[in-house]
């Protein structure tokens, strides 16, 4: 009996131990952390379920979900919560978190487009440290931080980072290391130095070289590709093609056999649609003579049906040069105004450039018909719809930007040469953008300021909504080209010129910061009174020159004319800043006194005004009574010929070119067409090239 009391006994005492450890256990005992996994991972929860995890932890995981948290925060582009909630980060941090924090950091400056410090972090990192997603990661950094400036440091980034990646994003990579390839100069690509162990850069840039010699020849460009591919089979773009290089796989040239113009033919902008109608017609005649004396001019319907004269006699006289659109004035979308009867003289001949003849003045289908219809009378819908079932094959035109605005609801199945371009772009398979606008003339001139080495520019513009149009383009590319501050200094009218000159105040080159990426504070109006917006902290602090090294002026040949020696009553005539002009200011009425006061001046040209093209230059200006405005819409009409006859090569081959008479021409992934023009410059009362 004793032995089975004890037993008893003792069970009975250790029970009540046993349920307290277990209770005790209960109490204690917390989901294993997760938040280690989350960054080892792909970290693809939303930034409320890390903010979640982060409130509901007090010991060290509670800072690993914060870094998860600042990460969501980023990819969501919740920029502002994201910094706000890395300043929070404690300054204690276990090895592993510092890795991330420092990640982070970097993640943070690219968001805040502060890339120079981006990339200061980004050396300070080391690599081998770093996890494979986080260092899927650190490449992209490296990307986003070059702004998708071409070099060498780039091309490895992207093929460093490609393994890592799968679907849509590896796509991604593929495009993003061609356009760094193709976006690459003959000078930058001869410059390169790689090592013998890079056989995927290697492979890449010999794919470039094949693009470089037969993108112009769609057919030889397929078979050298395909040669390619044969030669460099494990590349990754060998396997994965980039899109634009698929799309050539697909390849069919556009018909020309029926070419319909859409143009206003009545009403105030009809002196513009004429001069473009005379040049694209110039242009199938081989541009040997002005249209009307060498053939009968197109097929013209109007709203009853009957043809209109299109000779030169019907031709409206010479607009204002400051009314009509053209890189000279505005962008075609200006063109409302009623032309006057005031022709301008003709500029004296530039010296010829080095670039070849414009493709125009070799016709690439004569035979091509062409009827003209008249976009002021009746709705765009009902126009294209008549031009189809006329059999029209491809559309050139409209070129009122009313009308442009309206192809993107457009269900038209024709090739569409738009000659304006619309506030937001829609790429469309079957659409092209053509335009003369001053926007692209001042991206133009940042590519050519940046090239010449300048590194801080002032724009000189008028107090306009051209003026602000102009700024924003020059600002937009200038962070393209990976260049910083860009100073803008804004002047009123003639008269205002004048009065600074006789008070002896003269320009100083000085200005205030353009914030091209943020939108600016507006005015408010409260009960009928306009309040002006505050200053911005730039503004206020940005009244200096900042060392201004160059000067982008937008003016007319009388503005500048008093706008160059007010600079030098400021800065003296030996100014350390090289002075640049728009074609605005070349009108065609420098007299040997305006280029001996122009002198050091540079300003841009299109090729045609610029010696390219003499004997069409000749037949452009006689054509139009000498009018340099109308000249460059003259010029337009002429490339559009080219262009609609190359259209499936500037639609589909990437980094096709035309050597035109408006600039040397080539076409965004959107098909919007840029324009490189020529930069001339006053030398002795001369005008010759810039050098």
Not at 246 to 270: C, D, F, R, V
Not at 587 to 596: E, I, K, N, Y
């Amino acid at each position: 009996m004793v032995p089975s009391k004890f037993i008893r006994s003792k069970a009975g005492r250790c029970l009540p131990v046993m349920l307290a450890a277990l209770i005790f256990a209960g109490c204690t005992t917390k989901a294993p952390d997760q938040s280690a996994a989350h960054v080892q991972g792909e970290a693809t929860a939303d930034s409320a379920y890390y903010l979640q995890q982060m409130q509901q932890s007090s010991d060290d995981s509670k800072t690993t979900w914060q870094l998860l948290a600042i990460h969501a925060l980023l990819k969501e582009g919740k920029t502002q919560q994201a910094v706000d909630l890395y300043n929070q980060l404690p300054k204690e941090m276990n090895e592993e978190q510092v890795r991330e924090q420092k990640l982070l950091a970097v993640e943070v400056k690219v968001a805040q487009k502060d890339f120079a410090d981006a990339n200061a972090r980004l050396s300070k990192i080391e690599l081998s440290t770093l996890n494979k997603n986080q260092q899927t990661r650190y490449y992209q950094a490296v990307i986003d931080a070059s702004q998708n400036r071409p070099s060498l440091d780039l091309l490895r980034a992207y093929i460093a980072q490609e393994p890592m990646l799968t679907g849509p994003a590896h796509q991604k990579n593929i495009d993003g290391t061609w356009q760094a390839l193709s976006q690459m100069t003959p000078e930058q690509m001869n410059s390169l130095v790689i090592n013998a162990d890079e056989n995927t850069l290697q492979g890449w840039l010999d794919l470039q070289r094949v693009w470089n010699d037969n993108r112009n020849d769609p057919e030889m460009l397929k078979a050298g590709i395909k040669d390619w591919q044969t030669r460099y089979p494990q590349n990754p773009g060998a396997k994965t093609l980039p899109a634009q290089l698929s799309n050539m796989q697909n390849y069919k040239p556009a018909s020309t056999e029926k070419i319909a113009l859409l143009l206003p033919l009545s009403g105030q902008a009809a002196v513009f649609g004429r001069t473009i109608q005379q040049g694209f017609e110039a242009a199938k005649n081989m541009g040997s003579a002005p249209v009307a004396q060498t053939t009968a001019p197109a097929q013209v319907a109007d709203t009853n049906g009957q043809p209109v004269d299109t000779t030169q006699a019907a031709l409206p006289k010479p607009a204002d040069p400051n009314m009509v659109a053209s890189p000279a004035a505005a962008s075609v979308d200006d063109l409302t105004q009623q032309p006057d009867a005031t022709p301008t003289a003709p500029a004296p001949q530039a010296a010829a450039q080095t670039q070849p003849a414009a493709a125009a003045a070799a016709p690439a289908n004569p035979a091509a018909e062409i009827k003209v219809y008249d976009t002021t009378t009746q709705p765009l819908a009902q126009i294209l719809a008549q031009a189809q079932q006329d059999g029209a094959t491809i559309v050139v035109g409209p070129l009122l930007k009313n009308n442009v605005d309206q192809l993107a609801t457009t269900t038209s199945p024709l090739n569409i040469l738009a000659l304006n371009q619309p506030e937001n772009v829609q790429n469309r398979a079957n659409i092209c953008y053509f335009a003369l606008s001053p926007e692209d003339e001042a991206r133009d001139a940042a590519d050519h300021i940046w090239q010449q080495g300048h590194r801080a520019p002032l724009l000189l513009v008028p107090r306009s909504a051209l003026g602000d149009r102009v700024t924003k383009a020059f600002a937009d590319e200038w962070l393209k080209l990976g260049g910083g501050t860009v100073l803008q200094q804004k002047f009123g009218s003639t008269a205002e010129l004048k009065q600074g000159i006789n008070s002896g105040s003269g320009i100083a080159l000085s200005g205030t910061p353009v914030n091209a990426a943020a939108a600016q504070p507006e005015a408010v109006t409260i009960g009928g009174l306009t309040i002006p917006a505050p200053p911005t902290d730039a503004q206020i602090t940005g009244g200096t020159s900042g060392g201004v090294d160059a000067a982008y002026i937008v003016a007319t040949s009388d503005e500048v004319a008093l706008i160059k020696p007010m600079i030098a009553m400021r800065t003296g005539s030996r100014s350390p800043a090289q002075l640049y002009a728009s074609s605005r200011s070349s009108q065609g009425v420098s007299g040997p006194d305006f280029r001996l006061e122009m002198e050091g001046l540079q300003f841009s040209e299109i090729p045609m005004l610029a010696g390219n093209n003499p004997s069409l230059m000749q037949q452009a200006l006689g054509s139009v009574n000498n009018d340099y405005s109308l000249a460059r819409l003259y010029a337009m009409g002429v490339d559009a010929w080219s262009l609609a006859n190359h259209f499936s090569q500037i639609r589909q081959v990437p980094g096709y070119q035309v050597n035109g008479n408006t600039g040397t021409l080539s076409a965004t992934q959107d098909c919007v067409i840029n324009r490189k023009l020529n930069w001339l410059q006053f030398s002795q009362g001369q005008i010759v090239p810039a050098s």
